[in-house]
């Protein structure tokens, strides 16, 4: 993609494996330093990805909800009514930024200052209704991280996130080798410095600086992290829709993570911009393939187009690495009668025992659809702990005999055989409908 960039550094990853990056241009057009796969840049926004893990952390160990109000943790600040999920989402309705104009004078508030002139900021939208983007909730989530934990963000995300990701030149803020900063004149090729900012008492949405190589990195572990770090199931509730910021439907947000529908396609990461940097993380999650773009520039009108159409032609070029297939223990003896072929609604379900689990889907589902995964809770009872119908209840009917005659799922009853809805067992209640 055309444009004047001082320098640009991006690359390709499958799960954990480097496939491409490449480094150009300047990363000090003043001394003319040219950049490499090793230098720094600011990746901006991208930071939010780190926050919403952290409180994702925080929440795993039972020292959160994603519903609690900000005021059940910040006590002291205005807008406490808002909630974690709707900060995370973006649908808090807070303003854009902290009070004051902080993007002229380019000082920003300290963390008390932060929370004493809270109030000056406004709701300007009714909560959970539509998504305006804040990066004053990221700030407010920063600390929402550190009161819940007892440490200061910076540190938390160092020594809770990057050091166990193995993230060892992503930091807070620039260190050498670094790029540096610029705005490239509009009427000439001549290019100017951005200042190196401070964010005060901001920080829970920006101030990190990382590689390609260190984004690839991250990248993966959004695709599939480690559970000693956070649960895979957090992961990816993170990737779940909670509302979308384009009327087209082309772009959503989950929890701290943008997401893309390309076709039948949808992408996960984020973009960020900052004086003097531009960046964006793109994966799709279901081949573990992504691609990283870093640039030094105030503004680059392609990076979002650059960034989807690397990850797409990725996902062309690389073919995914298909795990060889290999025989299973067998199913329990309790779990054999409910496989095969099922019917609800007019429509066929096929249940199946894969990886140790039982699972439904759709026959005429396209194959790349998850299906839906159960858990057992009890006798012939059986929670849906992914998929559609997530949280439904699957309940077995037997006969006298023992032998497995009917499932209920969301209370609709499952048949070997299309039947109509007046079929039922003698004696059983009839399923709601609604």
């Known amino acids: 993609?055309?444009?004047?960039?001082?320098?640009?550094?991006a690359a390709v990853f499958r799960g954990r494996e480097h496939v491409w990056s490449e480094a150009i241009g300047l990363a000090d057009a003043e001394q003319r330093l040219e950049a490499t796969l090793g230098t720094r840049y600011a990746v901006a926004s991208i930071t939010k990805t780190f926050t919403a893990t952290a409180v994702m952390q925080l929440r795993d160990e039972g020292k959160l909800e994603l519903d609690d109000p900000l005021s059940r943790h910040l006590p002291e600040a205005a807008h406490g009514t808002t909630t974690l999920r709707g900060m995370l989402s973006h649908a808090s309705g807070l303003q854009r930024e902290p009070p004051g104009e902080v993007w002229e004078?380019?000082?920003f508030p300290g963390e008390a200052?932060?929370?004493?002139?809270?109030?000056?900021?406004?709701?300007?939208?009714?909560?959970?209704?539509?998504?305006?983007y804040s990066n004053l909730a990221y700030a407010l989530l920063g600390h929402v991280v550190a009161r819940v934990s007892g440490m200061p963000f910076h540190r938390y995300v160092q020594e809770r996130l990057l050091r166990?990701?193995?993230?060892?030149?992503?930091t807070w803020g620039p260190s050498d080798p670094a790029a540096l900063p610029y705005f490239v004149e509009p009427y000439s090729d001549a290019v100017?410095?951005?200042?190196?900012?401070?964010?005060?008492?901001?920080g829970g949405e920006s101030g990190l600086y990382s590689t390609v190589r260190d984004l690839s990195r991250w990248g993966a572990f959004l695709c599939e992290p480690e559970e000693s770090v956070i649960a895979p199931a957090s992961i990816a509730e993170m990737h779940e829709l909670q509302l979308m910021a384009e009327p087209?439907?082309?772009?959503?947000?989950?929890?701290?993570?943008?997401?893309?529908?390309?076709?039948?396609r949808i992408f996960g990461g984020h973009t960020g911009g900052f004086p003097g940097f531009l960046s964006m993380l793109i994966y799709s999650r279901r081949e573990r393939i992504g691609a990283v773009v870093l640039a030094n520039t105030d503004s680059w009108p392609a990076l979002m187009r650059t960034g989807l159409a690397l990850v797409e032609a990725a996902l062309e070029e690389l073919a995914p690495k298909l795990e060889p297939w290999s025989p299973e223990e067998p199913p329990p003896g309790e779990i054999e009668p409910l496989l095969g072929r099922w019917w609800a609604e007019g429509n066929e379900y096929v249940f199946s025992w894969r990886r140790g689990k039982l699972e439904a889907r759709v026959a005429l589902a396209?194959?790349?659809?998850?299906?839906?995964?159960?858990?057992q809770e009890g006798q012939d009872r059986f929670r849906t702990v992914s998929g559609g119908e997530r949280g439904e209840v699957l309940r077995v009917v037997r006969d006298e005999a023992g032998a497995v005659v009917k499932l209920y799922w969301a209370t609709y009853p499952f048949t070997r055989t299309p039947e109509t809805f007046e079929s039922s067992v003698p004696g059983e209640p009839e399923p709601d409908h609604g």
């Open 113 to 132: 200052e932060l929370l004493e002139r809270l109030h000056e900021a406004e709701q300007i939208l009714p909560p959970s209704t539509v998504w305006h």
């Open 105 to 107: 004078s380019l000082e």
């Open 1 to 9: 993609m055309a444009g004047r960039l001082p320098s640009l550094s």
């Open 192 to 202: 100017r410095r951005e200042p190196v900012l401070e964010l005060g008492g901001k």
């Open 248 to 264: 087209d439907w082309s772009l959503g947000w989950g929890l701290g993570i943008e997401l893309w529908r390309k076709g039948e």
């Open 164 to 170: 166990p990701v193995g993230l060892e030149s992503t």
């Open 366 to 375: 396209p194959p790349e659809r998850e299906p839906s995964i159960f858990e």
